[in-house]
Nanobody, 115 residues
Framework: VQLVESGGGLVQPGGSLRLSCAAS????????MSWYRQAPGKEREFVAV????????HYADSVKGRFTISRDNVKNTMYLQMDSLKPEDTAVYFC?????????WGQGTQVTVSS
């Protein structure tokens, strides 16, 4: 299993970023996929999850209405569209899949929201 995040960077408050998570080594289309984030000095926290099929999604209250999770089961890639970014969204963002009761994580991508 390999998960590779990309798309992070520095953005001003109110700006947007789109993160990607490229997956390989497993049948991507059959697994729920999640985004998490970890800010400096804080524990890793849930951001959003998307079901394997059907487009069912769930978001943390802190990002609801601003972030959109999606996936492309042909490209084996998951996305996180982040709009109306706030300084408190600054964190390393990770994608995760749970396969055979084991959590697999990517290496993370840094998102910094600052003026």
């Amino acid at each position: 299993v390999q998960l590779v995040e990309s798309g992070g960077g520095l953005v001003q408050p109110g700006g947007s970023l789109r993160l990607s998570c490229a997956a390989s080594g497993f049948t991507f289309s059959t697994y729920h996929m999640s985004w998490y984030r970890q800010a400096p000095g804080k524990e890793r926290e849930f951001v959003a999850v998307i079901a394997s099929i059907g487009g069912i999604t769930h978001y943390a209250d802190s990002v609801k209405g601003r972030f959109t999770i999606s996936r492309d089961n042909v490209k084996n890639t998951m996305y996180l569209q982040m709009d109306s970014l706030k300084p408190e969204d600054t964190a390393v963002y990770f994608c995760k899949v749970v396969r055979r009761s084991h959590d697999y994580w990517g290496q993370g991508t840094q998102v910094t929201v600052s003026s």
